[in-house]
């Protein structure tokens, strides 16, 4: 059973840059689909970027494309989520999660395994 913890979470600025990792254990991580969600206070757990099994195809939800990349290095087992352009409404605590479907998945509901996540503020 693979295993998640995420880092690289902290306070930032609005219109700063943030890289997220998350560092896989007891499974490799270009087995699974790979997704990040976030959840702010007082709302639901929220898909924001997922990275396929095996041909690495990626999505995005709207609030963040064009600003949060995803990305995979294999040779680290490890799970990137990088975030330029921050804005206050991206608060929220960060989780890496792992799904054996195939495809680019964005149902929380598919993710088997998660990570116990990291917190990000931007502060305005």
């Known amino acids: 059973q693979v295993q998640l913890v995420e880092s690289g979470g902290g306070l930032v600025q609005a219109g700063g840059s943030v890289r997220l990792s998350c560092a896989a254990s007891?499974?490799?991580?270009?087995?699974?689909?790979m997704g990040w969600f976030r959840q702010a206070p007082g709302k639901e757990r929220e898909f924001v970027a997922t990275?396929?099994?095996?041909?690495?195809?990626?999505s995005y939800a709207d609030s963040v494309v064009g600003r949060f990349t995803i990305s995979r290095d294999n040779a680290k087992n490890t799970v990137y989520l990088q975030m330029i352009t921050l804005k206050p409404e991206d608060t929220a605590v960060y989780y890496c999660?792992?799904?054996?479907?195939?495809?680019?998945?964005?149902?929380?509901?598919?993710?088997?395994?998660w990570g116990p996540g990291t917190q990000v503020t931007v502060s305005s």
């Open positions: 999660a792992a799904t054996t479907w195939v495809g680019v998945v964005s149902v929380r509901n598919a993710y088997g395994t």
């Open positions: 990275i396929s099994r095996i041909l690495g195809t990626t």
């Open positions: 007891g499974g490799t991580v270009s087995s699974y689909g």
